[in-house]
């Protein structure tokens, strides 16, 4: 059975922590409420370019579609861009979006398929690691800017786009977490490159007759990697809105079980301190007895 002396450092150690659990949820708080502004801000530009994706490609077919929507005429060869956070103590949030890559590349390797992985953040890389070691493309590090955004999506945009033209891969799958609340995180599987044709041109006014100046190819040779990148950008936002709402809900979560702790510590400390004190006055009684 513990001592007194130890119960009462257990009690003083578990408050301290206790206290760095609920700072640390207070600034989870504070900025998953910038974080979440930004990730839905960036949707709807994501939306719109999606339609206007969809206008161009239903008028660009055969040779004269660029490489990126075009692809390279084989799906041998696949790329998962993992998208992790770079901090911990967020609950099983990176855990998820491992779990979720690692099925999907399962899957692709049951068809036959050649997979490699380019991992984004430092906590996927550990545990990915331990199954899929020669399999582990390249790292990217966003762990030395203070808040990943455009120019590090664009950094991995250009990265992955002169891959794609160098032939490594034919098909490269993004996975990344979707916030939808503090209490819920998605991890999701989109395909990055080449770019998916969006279905039925949503958003671009219907059937309307269209002219584009210059060509389409023209423009599609813009857009197209620029549409990569926003997709990569989204998911830099996604992921730091996601990881500060589950942040917040872990540390909320330890705050509680530690206020538990601390009772129920509390409870056996003054258990055993009336029992020494009882014990201590049974021993003066029949000492007194004895004289």
Same mark, same amino acid.
């Not at 690691?129 to 020669?134: F, I, N, Q, T, V």
């Given at each position: ?27 989870? &708080? ?8 930004? %990730?839905? =801000?960036?949707? !709807?530009?994501?939306?719109? $370019?999606?339609? *206007? ?118 098909? &490269? ?8 609340? %503090?209490? =819920?995180?998605? !991890?999701?599987?989109?395909? $990055?490159?080449? *770019? ?96």
């Amino acid at each position: 059975m513990a001592s007194l002396k130890e119960l009462k450092g257990r009690i003083n150690s578990v408050k301290s922590t206790q206290k760095i659990t609920k700072a640390k949820q207070m600034v989870a &708080a504070a900025k998953l409420r910038r974080a979440q502004a930004a %990730a839905e =801000a960036a949707r !709807p530009y994501a939306e719109r $370019l999606s339609g *206007v994706m969809a206008s161009l490609a239903s008028k660009v077919s055969g040779d004269s579609a660029p490489k990126l929507l075009a692809g390279t005429g084989s799906d041998k060869r696949h790329l998962l861009v993992v998208v992790n956070t770079d901090k911990g103590l967020c609950g099983g949030l990176n855990s998820n979006i491992v779990k979720a890559a690692k099925a999907k590349a399962k899957a692709l390797i049951a068809e036959g398929k050649d997979v490699r992985f380019y991992l984004v953040g430092k906590k996927g890389r550990a545990p990915i690691k331990r199954d899929y070691a020669e399999r582990i493309e390249k790292w990217f590090d966003t762990s030395d800017v203070r808040q990943p955004g455009f120019e590090e999506a664009e950094a991995i945009a250009d990265d992955l786009i002169t891959r794609f033209e160098k032939g490594e891969f034919d098909v &490269a799958h993004l996975v990344y977490p979707i916030f939808q609340s %503090a209490l =819920a995180q998605d !991890p999701t599987v989109d395909q $990055l490159i080449p *770019v998916p044709s969006p279905e039925g041109g949503a958003g671009t006014g219907g059937d309307a007759v269209v002219e584009y100046e210059p060509g389409e190819e023209e423009i599609l040779e813009e857009l197209l990697p620029r549409y990569v990148k926003t997709q990569l950008f989204g998911a830099l936002l996604e992921r730091e809105a996601s990881e500060q709402g589950a942040s917040m809900t872990a540390m909320d979560n330890a705050t509680r079980n530690a206020g538990d702790l601390i009772q129920k510590l509390t409870i056996q400390y003054n258990r055993s301190r009336q029992a020494a004190i009882t014990t201590e006055l049974i021993e003066i009684i029949a000492g007194a007895e004895a004289l």
